[in-house]
């Protein structure tokens, strides 16, 4: 069920977290395929091919640094790694956070449901429980909607990462 959003994928980071003098760039990954994951030690997907391509032309090192979406979010705010692709923009996260100008990729929200769910509409999901990204711009977007539809029986069930989001889904 598409909810036809586009949010915006930002390569963000990249020209305010890195000096010219810097030659390791520590990049956080969490799974998000197929615009960011991890695959043999190295930043892979779409993300992961843009950030080589730039790594390369400026001299960088990538070092890839293994987290989940909220820890990934918190340490490019504390210093523990020095950027992370593939975050959608947001007023409140541009307060504390710098931002290409530019998107490398838009992004879309799908809703995934079990075969044998009757879910058609936006309607259906009133009374249901969903599982969301902890944190991610699509939750706060996905509550608000749901909300202007008045759908009042509609819980939320925080995931740390889309791969248990999945398997909630899976299990009921």
Not at 100 to 113: D, F, I, M, T
Not at 116 to 140: F, M, P, W, Y
Request: glycine share 10%; proline share 3%.
């Amino acid at each position: 069920l598409e909810l036809g959003v586009l949010v915006l994928g930002l390569l963000g980071l990249l020209a305010s977290a890195v000096n010219a003098s810097d030659q390791t760039v520590r990049v956080g990954v969490y799974q998000n395929a197929p615009k960011i994951f991890l695959s043999e030690g190295r930043v892979s997907g779409i993300f992961g091919d843009l950030l080589q391509q730039v790594a390369d032309n400026e001299g960088w090192t990538l070092v890839p640094v293994a987290c989940q979406w909220n820890d990934c979010l918190e340490m490019v705010q504390n210093g523990g790694i020095d950027i992370m692709p593939d975050v959608a923009f947001s007023d409140e996260r541009a307060a504390i956070r710098s931002f290409g100008k530019v998107p490398a990729l838009y992004s879309w929200s799908v809703l995934y449901r079990k075969p044998s769910s009757n879910i058609q509409t936006i309607h259906d999901l009133d009374g249901k429980r969903i599982a969301v990204l902890s944190g991610s711009i699509q939750e706060g977007y996905l509550k608000d909607m749901v909300r202007d539809y008045g759908l009042l029986g509609v819980r939320f069930v925080a995931a740390n990462s889309l791969d248990e989001a999945f398997q909630l889904t899976a299990k009921g």
